[in-house]
């Protein structure tokens, strides 16, 4: 199957830096890749949608301005944590379809995912 | 909106059969997946159903009937390493999105 890498796989941070969260297709290309957050002994929540050569959708609730997205290429979008607080620790997970011949195919794809602590 | 319901826990023996159900409400459907999630861990893909039915997958198998917004996964010859969350996720129509449900957490026992 279609492998999909994040990095860095945890990193802790003092309250009020940024933290920089990369996800990468390693074998195929995507033009849409999904950032999911997931809190302990929850479900992944949708934060964002990340579109390659354009503008990231938000899903309701989700500050674009605190969590900003860049798809700068067809494998990698970059998910940057501003200002991180205590609040923002959780686990971030991004995924993505492959495109083969054109054709988005039917399973998503998740990263192993990024675990943030800020202190 | 996507309102998706799955019991939260769920405990059986190892060698034995379990089936985790999932009821959806959705604005649209286009197909519904299953993952398992070890803790600490990104989820893996185990099944895709978009038509009625059953689809098996050597010990696991999944169904759905999109009339009554349900479909389970069926977990079969139970083993220790099948102790996870399972999550019921449906994807919406004209995009790619998929909401996913709260999670099930499967405990196998020897």
Known sequence: GAVVSQHPSWVICKSGTSVKIECRSLDFQATTMFWYRQFPKQSLMLMATS????????????????????????????????????EDSSFYICSAYPVTSGRVEE???FGPGTRLLVL | GQNID???????????????????????FN????????????????SYNVLDGLEEKGRFSSFLSRSKGYSYLLLKELQMKDSASYLCAVRGVNDYKLSFGAGTTVTVRA
């Open chain 1, 107 to 109: 399973t998503q794809y």
């Open chain 2, 31 to 46: 197909g519904l997946f299953w993952y398992q999630q070890h803790a600490g861990e990104a989820p893996t893909f185990l």
């Open chain 1, 51 to 86: 579109n390659e050569g354009s503008k990231a959708t938000y899903e309701q609730g989700v500050e674009k301005d605190k969590f900003l997205i860049n798809h700068a290429s067809l494998t990698l979008s970059t998910l940057t944590v501003t200002s991180a607080h205590p």
């Open chain 2, 6 to 28: 799955q019991p939260t826990e769920m405990t059986a023996t190892e060698g034995a059969i379990v089936q985790i159900n999932c009821t959806y409400q959705t604005s649209g």
